[in-house]
């Protein structure tokens, strides 16, 4: 059973930085992709970003250029860097794991970003 655990949300003024991790325990070696997809109350789940075990990773236009995905994994975790937010950006961010290009196989239980002054 993979699992999945969040933390580093709350609260940001605009033009604020947040970083965001998620690690994951359980087996995930078949699993070459980490990412993040975010949910604004009354909006429809949207991709954010992801990363591939290589180190390759992918950004929507919504935040290419102000966020960047890493991954450490020998400590088999995510980190999702928010710089320059907006309150656009506020959302609950879910991480997820799973195969490239695919429906992901795992999620996390979600933690809340608000940006706001």
């Known amino acids: 059973q993979v699992q999945l655990v969040e933390s580093g949300g709350g609260l940001v003024q605009p033009g604020g930085s947040l970083r965001v991790s998620c690690a994951a325990s359980?087996?995930?070696?078949?699993?070459?992709?980490m990412g993040w997809y975010r949910q604004a109350p009354g909006k429809q789940r949207e991709w954010v970003a992801a990363?591939?075990?290589?180190?390759?990773?992918n950004y929507a236009d919504s935040v290419k250029g102000r966020f960047t995905i890493s991954r450490d994994n020998a400590k088999n975790t995510a980190y999702l860097q928010m710089n320059s937010l907006e309150p656009e950006d506020t959302a609950v961010y879910y991480c997820?794991?799973?195969?490239?290009?695919?429906?992901?196989?795992?999620w996390g239980q979600g933690t809340q970003v608000t940006v706001s002054s």
């Open positions: 359980g087996s995930i070696s078949l699993l070459n992709a």
């Open positions: 990363i591939r075990t290589g180190g390759t990773t």
């Open positions: 997820y794991t799973g195969i490239y290009g695919k429906i992901p196989s795992y």
